[in-house]
């Protein structure tokens, strides 16, 4: 049985905070809605365990439900407040960063990126993507700003191969999430690996955020989180937003929940890989820009709100409009769009091209609502642990899905954890339809 949950704020708090008030109701009569009843159907489906959803569109919010459990073992509700690890959802957030940057003109997106990390000055790229990792040409030209927002840098994810430089990456940089490694020395260790093609050549999913992210914290002589924290978190009110939950909201966050051996929604001891761990030590310096981020509905809904309202949110600009729409505007060739791959499967071939750090519709026709829908323009990228959003300047609207969906790749080879992709679909193709 479904667990179902929402604020429950007294009545004294619309004298004190109409809005919250407003909230409060909006989230009770979701309970009654279309949507909540299909994501309710995926729960009780084993599909997942539990999820927050939430719709805005024109300045109001029309959607906002948390069904489910966030934590099976102690058997605690989904609730409008729940933390998640959001993985490659940080990405948009330092992408945002870099263009703040680009408006001040502190950096330029065709500026070679060893202006600032000489270490990327000289690369290698290996002649055959799964070949031995000592078969390689010098690059041609040198990694752009661009390259990095764009995926054409020629970084990868070492778990996306079989090859030898699967083991080279995960030797030389440890952990994705939660990397032992420093920030200086995680960027000395990634220029010491090949590139998996020539820079700019094509779309290679992988550390380019990540690297972005220690780029733009170099320059501004802060760590990356204090970076965001000053420039995004703390503008727009993202109280819950960081790489690291403190010990008063950890009660909040949801627990790394995957799939058992015949399919049912389980608790895991980690997240798959051992990528992350459970909490991190006092002191780790690196930070994941690509991937590490914890966040809640609401507060990813005010960064997102950026691409649907000219890059200001109730008043407080981050960017220029014509900079968001550079950002929502594909910048893959033809070719790119059709070469790039993830797992040996298309990404953009039809449907869709990707921007600067986000995926862009071209063609809504044959989007596929699991990257992001909508409408021409419309915008979003995924995270590997479920969580899913869009903003689609058409309507100026946005839609939130997040969940944790842990699943470890042999999982996924068997269709385990797969159904996650059904309950975002069908919350996608229902959500024009919430008012």
């Not at 000055?121 to 690059?139: F, H, K, M, Q």
């Not at 990456?169 to 998996?196: C, F, K, N, Q, T």
Request: with cysteine.
């Amino acid at each position: 049985m479904a667990v179902f949950h929402a604020l429950g704020l007294p009545l004294l708090l619309f004298y004190r905070n109409p809005i919250l008030y407003v909230i409060n109701i909006i989230e009770e009569c979701a309970m009654n809605e279309p949507i909540a009843r299909a994501m309710a159907k995926h729960i009780s489906q084993g599909n997942m365990a539990g999820a927050v959803t939430l719709i805005w569109r024109n300045g109001r919010l029309v959607h906002k439900a948390s069904q489910g459990q966030r934590n099976l073992a102690a058997g605690l509700p989904m609730e409008s407040d729940t933390l998640f690890r959001v993985a490659s959802l940080t990405k948009p957030v330092t992408s945002v960063a870099a263009m703040m940057l680009v408006e001040e003109k502190r950096i330029a997106l065709d500026d070679p990126i060893s202006r600032w990390v000489p270490e990327f000055s000289t690369l290698n790229v290996l002649r055959a993507i799964d070949g031995p990792c000592d078969d390689v040409e010098p690059a041609q030209q040198e990694i752009t700003v661009e390259d990095l927002l764009t995926h054409r840098a020629g970084f990868t994810y070492g778990d996306f191969h079989t090859g030898p430089i699967a083991a080279a990456y995960a030797e030389a940089l440890g952990a994705s999430i939660d990397s032992e490694h420093s920030p200086d020395s995680w960027m000395a260790r990634l220029a010491s690996l090949p590139l998996v093609a020539q820079p700019g050549a094509g779309f290679h999913y992988g550390h380019s955020t990540d690297l972005l992210g220690f780029l733009l914290a170099r320059i501004e002589g802060m760590p990356l989180q204090d970076l965001l924290r000053r420039r995004i978190f703390e503008p727009l009110g993202m109280v819950d937003t960081d790489f690291t939950v403190s010990v008063a909201k950890r009660h909040r966050c949801a627990a790394p929940l995957g799939f058992s051996a015949d399919g049912r929604p389980a608790q895991r001891a980690m997240v798959p890989a051992g990528h992350a761990l459970q909490e991190r030590p006092v002191g780790m310096s690196y930070v994941s820009g690509g991937q590490g981020l914890w966040s809640t509905a609401d507060d990813y809904l005010a960064f997102a709100r950026v691409f649907v309202e000219g890059g200001a949110v109730d008043g407080v600009r981050l960017l220029q409009p014509e900079t968001v729409h550079r950002m929502m505007t594909n910048r893959l060739s033809p070719a790119q769009r059709d070469e790039a791959r993830m797992f040996g499967l298309p990404i953009f071939a039809t449907g869709h091209g990707f921007g600067l750090g986000v995926a862009v519709v071209v063609e809504p026709d044959k989007a596929v609502p699991t990257l992001c829908g909508g409408g021409v323009g419309a915008i979003g990228w995924p995270g590997a642990y479920g969580g899913w959003w869009q903003a689609d300047p058409n309507d100026s609207s946005v839609a939130i899905f997040l969940t944790h969906n842990m699943v470890d790749a042999d999982q996924m080879a068997s269709g385990v954890g797969l159904g996650v992709y059904a309950a975002i679909s069908d919350f996608q193709a229902m959500a024009p339809m919430a008012d």
